[in-house]
């Protein structure tokens, strides 16, 4: 009992940043734009929301800023691939390539420097409860946030208008624009939360997974996002299940370790990288299955044509 | 009717693309509770007037009055909040929504689900037009695609209803029931512009017509008082185009054949084939009616062998088994192919023509390919003699394929086939969108091909076409294939019959989607 | 005011030409106001970027050291994208290269015959190969996204790198430190001029000119176009999507392979944790830059090599962080994205916007 509360809390803590990613980009690509700039995007979240706390001793203010500028990041990438009609995949490669530098060059006078840990909020009497009180009413406030935004998301997607309008586009975009919904206006929108998503997964990793600044320290969470979204066949329930079982795969090496198994340090490092991939091919497989699932329109360009 | 109140105006209306000019100072006026017909050939403007009247195009110039009152119509919204519903030709659906979806989204605000399924199920039924408010799209058959279009312009109680080539995708039942519920509407006061391009229906259900050709209305008139003549004579212009059938010889020996065909189609959505039989003789031209949708792409797939069939022996063609062979096998060996979609499949939209007679013909041609190395040289001579024999017109020397226009582009890959002169050739949709003249020059070409010694394989939703070129006619229908009959057999009342699925061997299936 | 794209009928050979050349003059553009908002004095700083690197020879050579690896694997990658398929892991396939290739210098040193290096080069080639043929394998096979599994056996062959040279093949008289054995003088690669340049170089020209001639003049260059353009058209002319996909995976993989045994063997003449500045990805924008045309490659391998000096002179000179370099290729990639509509777009700033769709 002792030893699994800590491993629980290690688990909701590798899998709150998948679970923030991946539900953005699950949006995204529901609206049929494909941004593989989540990496980018939520390193740079990770920078600007760790110098920001930094210097104002905010948290908060470090979220909102992580936020800000992962948003600011993916409206660029909204305004090559819908405004300009770039090909998504190459856009979204430039976008994790600009990104990764510009957290580099901002980030550099910070390496090393202490940062601010956001604050646990424990709500009282709760999470004084034996076993899983701590676990579940003693987190901060975006592992509330990432669990809300989970169950939001699902039930304007699935419950809404907007939702309903959201999944047009993403199906036939060519329909949905005859209908007269704006398609560009309804994908920038789904791309700006797909980046303030990244943004706050990014801030989750600079203010709480880790309380300092290493460069590239996404470590490639922004992919696994990507692959997370596949795995869910675009349903944000999966989504959420996805990112726990994944998140308990990527501490599995420190608990290894700690109950004294010898295996290679590295290969426990790889092991999220790899049942990534087995995980893909195991969906991908079944071709019925994301044949079906899959927007219709995911990476292909719009042009209204008046 | 036609003397009811004014409804709709349209004055001066003008639309450029690029470098055409799609509508140019078009007018057109319709009264309540009128059925007016928009007559033209493909190309002509319809389409374009018509998204401009529906507001999901922006109009170059040109006013629009809507029940006396001058308006813009900003965006389809903006139209459907006037009263103006239009049914696409190639749908505006939701593949991966449910019906009621689909009908909502078409709706200015939000509903309760619940209810406008009842709403639905109501005023379906009134028209005769059942619908399931729960089904899912992609499960769904064309008819009743067509049908939730129309539903989700009704529950509007739309002044005007556009419709845009309707029975286009309909068998000719289906089509019956549509002009009751059109008739139906109209009695109602509701007025309908109907776009189409067959005579018969128009003069059939339409109180007026607006006869349009390249972008500008050149007549209107009363359909019931024209013959089909005078009107095609009006939607061509002066240049109609006659084929010369010549006389067919003896028909000579099969050379191409499928026994027992069953192929079962990729994808969720494809038509599988059923026990196929055909024969096609030297010097014959066959051609394959139906409906769209029912197999004719999947057939082509498998006789020009770039979808591979279980069994070798299911497809001979010049007396080889190749069932199991691909496209270039079967290329060596005589045979052509004309795929229906020119850019993207018959045609690489962004290379130059040149490097387009490479595409089909660097296995057969020898002079093309030496060694695994392309000969620029002359792929590029080909594509002269090409442009001059089969006139293809062109801005410049070589130009890419989708620089042409559709006519031009179909008479070049038309041309690039026949040029090898095939012993069986197989040409799916062959003037499909193409304009009256290219049509003539492309049809003729076929029957030549085939007097000359060849076997033509013709697949055509068209039936003046079907008429005009084919010497036997076969329906395919649901993925089945009818016995192939003497063109003069068959009236359109069986071809008819056969497309709605009576040749069927096989009837289980026919309640599918309801 | 607002935007108008307006298609043209055909793609603008100008443009072609000329996109890359927009793109760059922005990305200077952009760079310049960096220096400003930095506090550099944006001529100091664009000399020390751009124009110190080249100003010695000794630079020079170490110019076409960076280039040499950038070209090889962009002019593979190019293969790759120009038939739609997304090899992004020529990072993983380079590391796998070194690996691979430095079997014979780490275990078998002993071995010095004049075979070895031959023998070097075609283990590097293999191990790219290798890597690049599990996400061709699981896409042809399952249908699984070759981007994300390309990626994602990046950080497993960094990993594996990790292990060997900190556990297996470390250097037994090395101090501890996380290196392997110094390569043998028979298994380091030809050098010229000064000593830092060596064949690798040679290999990446010998690559251009392959590619040059496959795409320009062959069959299978023509396949590989069609393919990527429109695959409708590919499968019509009997060409097959899958075979494209390997071989454009074998091919760019064996190029990165030998991209990195040329780096271990050539440049750092041993195996260390970490042996490439991010080769693999920089060589993405090389490909975009140079428009996925063999010769649009060199030039632009030669931008972006110097973007790694420029990035170093500047933190010398004027103090300014080198991860400008990053900085300077991801824009540039940008950039190089959003001029390619030129080719295929004329653009036309409309007075008064109308809130519509195009807003």
Known sequence: MSALEPMLLTIITASTPLLLAAIGELVCERSGVLNLGVEGMMIVGAVAAFGTAYTTGSPLLGIVAGMLAAVALSLLFGFLTLRLMCNQVATGLALTILGLGLSGMIGESFVGEPGVKLSQISIPMLSDLPLVGKVLFGQDVLVYASFAIVGLTSYVLFRSRWGLILRAVGDNHTSAHALGYSVLRVRYLAVMFGGACSGLAGAYLSLAYTPQWTEGMSAGRGWIALALVVFASWRPGRVLIGAYLFGAVSILQFHAQASGVTLPSQLMSSLPYLVTIVVLVIISQNRQLTKTNSPACLGKPFSPDR | MASGTELIRAKGISKRFGETLANDNVDLCLNKGEIHALLGENGAGKSTLVKILYGALEPGGGSLHWKGNLVKVANPAAARKLGIGMVFQHFSLFEALSVAENIALALPKSVPLKQLCADIIEVSGKYGLPLDPTAIVADLPVGIRQRIEIVRCLLQEPDLLIMDEPTSVLTPLEAEDLFKTLTRLADEGCAILYISHRLEEVQRICHRATIMRHGKVVGACDPAKETAASLAQLMVGGDVHAVDAGAQAMPGKALLQLTDLNHAGEGAFAVALESINLSLHAGEVLAIAGIAGNGQGELFDVISGEVKTKAAYDINLLGVPVGRRSINDRRRLGAAFVPEERLGHGAAPDLPLSENVILTRHASDKDLVRAGLLSRGAALRSERRLAAQYDVRMAHENPEARALSGGNLQKFIVGRELDRSPRVLVINQPTWGVDAGAAALIRQALIDLARSGAAVLVISQDLDEIYEVADKIAVISRGQLSEPAPKDSMNREQIGLLMAGLGEAKQAKAGKGH | ?359
């Open chain 3, 1 to 359: 005011m607002r935007l108008e794209l307006e298609k043209r009928a055909e793609t603008s050979k100008r443009m072609s030409v000329l996109s890359p050349l927009i793109a760059i003059a922005l990305t200077g553009i952009s760079v310049t106001l960096m220096f400003i908002a930095l506090g550099v004095a944006p001529l100091a700083g664009l000399h020390a970027f751009f124009v110190e690197p080249l100003t010695s020879v000794w630079s020079w050579e170490e110019l076409l050291v960076k280039a040499g690896p950038l070209v090889l694997i962009a002019v593979g990658l190019s293969v790759c994208f120009l038939s739609n398929t997304w090899n992004i892991g020529a990072e993983g396939q380079f590391t796998m290269g070194a690996i691979f290739g430095s079997v014979i210098p780490v275990l078998y040193f002993d071995f010095t015959s004049a075979w070895a290096l031959p023998l070097m080069i075609l283990m590097g080639a293999l191990g790219g190969m290798v890597w690049a043929a599990i996400p061709a394998l699981l896409r042809t096979k399952f249908n699984t996204n070759e981007i994300l599994v390309s990626l994602m056996l990046v950080y497993v062959a960094q990993y594996l790198l990790d292990f060997l040279v900190r556990g297996p093949w470390r250097d037994p008289d090395g101090f501890n430190f996380p290196e392997s054995r110094l390569f043998d003088a028979a298994h380091v690669l030809p050098k010229f001029g000064d000593g830092r340049l060596h064949l690798g170089i040679a290999l990446a020209v010998v690559a251009v000119l392959l590619i040059w001639f496959l795409l320009a003049k062959s069959l299978k260059g023509f396949e590989i176009k069609v393919i990527g353009q429109a695959p409708r058209a590919g499968r019509f002319a009997g060409f097959s999507q899958n075979r494209t996909i390997w071989f454009g995976f074998l091919l760019s993989g064996a190029f990165a392979g030998i991209a990195g045994l040329s780096e271990v063997s050539g440049a750092i003449e041993q195996l260390t944790p970490v042996i490439s500045p991010g080769y693999g990805f920089t060589a993405i924008i090389v490909a975009f830059l140079g428009r996925l045309n063999p010769i649009g490659i060199v030039f632009a391998g030669l931008l972006l090599g110097l973007s790694y000096l420029g990035g170093e002179a500047a933190q010398v000179s004027v103090g300014i962080s080198n991860k400008m370099t990053n900085v300077f290729q991801g824009m540039l990639l940008f950039y190089v994205l959003a001029c390619d509509i030129l080719i295929l777009y004329r653009l036309r700033l409309v007075r008064s916007a109308p809130a519509k769709e195009a807003s």
